[in-house]
Every structure is written in structure tokens, then in C-alpha cells.
């Protein structure tokens, strides 16, 4: 994003994982999961994919060609809930909390993990609480940034 010569407020999203809270800055690769993280998402975006909800990565990838709704989100949660799913046992509801506002490819990601993994996840953002579960936000499809 600095390429761009935009000076956007990265952004940062946490998890609670076994009592401990670990933050995740958007496009920060130092962590030392990273590897086991960009696999979980990986493997999401494929069936994602093949489930024909379009390609969420290539959004992810080109940040030029997203909207600027997505470059302002920063997608860390994204990687939060990676990490929460890696490292909390199966069932296991995930909670994140992130400083930007969720974007439309990050909402829709999101509830395809609720479903795909059969776990209740939460993300609270700036202003909106998203509880997803099977598939589908508390909230519906209103409350992510759209373009
Ligand atoms: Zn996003
Ligand atoms: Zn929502």
C-alpha cells in the first residue's frame, strides 16, 4: 500500500486464543505462523472458489484493482481468525476484534469460514458487531463497507 503513495492506517486485528491476546497488523508476514496461516486462507479461497463465490484472492492479491473499501480494510482479520482456527480446538467459537471497518470480500469470507469449519465467529469493528454462524452474519448482508 506505501507503493501506492496512500497513507493508510494499516490497521490491526486480534484474536483471544487459550487467555492470550495475539494482534495482527494487515500485510505483516514477521509472525511465526505466517507460513501455517497463508495455508489456511489458501485452502479457504480455493473452496471458495470452486464454490463459485468468485476469486476473494485475487482481491487479496491486487490491491490496486480493489475497491477502495478493501484497501482501507486491510483484511487482519482475516489472518486473526486463520490463527484462532490453527491454534483453539474444534468448535470453538473465535472471537477478533479489528480497528477498521470489515470490507465486502473480508464479510464474505467470513461467513463462508462459519460455515465451511461449522464455527461460530465474531468480529467487532468500529462501529458493528458481526456474529457468523452456518454461513450468514447476525447482521445480514448490511454493515461491511461496500465500494
Ligand atoms: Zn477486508
Ligand atoms: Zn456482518
Known amino acids: 500500500m506505501r507503493e501506492m503513495g496512500?497513507?493508510?492506517d494499516p490497521g490491526c486485528s486480534w484474536v483471544e486464543v487459550k487467555g492470550k491476546v495475539h494482534a495482527f497488523l494487515s500485510g505483516d508476514s514477521s509472525h511465526p505462523e505466517m507460513?501455517?496461516?497463508?495455508?489456511?486462507?489458501?485452502?479457504?479461497?480455493?473452496?471458495?472458489t470452486a464454490a463459485g463465490h468468485g476469486d476473494p484472492e485475487a482481491s487479496f492479491a491486487n490491491e490496486v484493482e480493489a475497491s477502495k473499501a478493501e484497501v482501507?480494510?486491510?483484511?487482519s482479520e482475516r489472518l486473526a481468525v486463520a490463527y484462532g482456527l490453527i491454534n483453539t480446538s474444534p468448535?470453538?467459537?473465535i472471537w477478533v476484534t479489528k480497528t477498521l471497518y470489515m470490507c465486502e470480500s473480508c464479510h464474505i469470507t467470513m461467513k463462508f469460514?462459519?460455515?465451511?469449519v461449522r464455527r461460530e465467529i465474531s468480529v467487532r469493528d468500529t462501529e458493528i458487531f458481526h456474529h457468523f454462524k452456518d454461513g450468514s452474519c447476525s447482521r445480514g448482508d448490511e454493515g461491511y463497507r461496500g465500494n
Not at 72 to 75: E, L, P, V, W, Y
Not at 113 to 116: E, F, L, N
Open 6 to 8: 496512500l497513507t493508510v
Open 35 to 48: 507460513r501455517e496461516i497463508e495455508g489456511v486462507l489458501q485452502g479457504f479461497f480455493e473452496k471458495m
Open 72 to 75: 482501507f480494510c486491510g483484511h
Open 91 to 93: 468448535g470453538m467459537p
Open 113 to 116: 469460514i462459519s460455515k465451511a
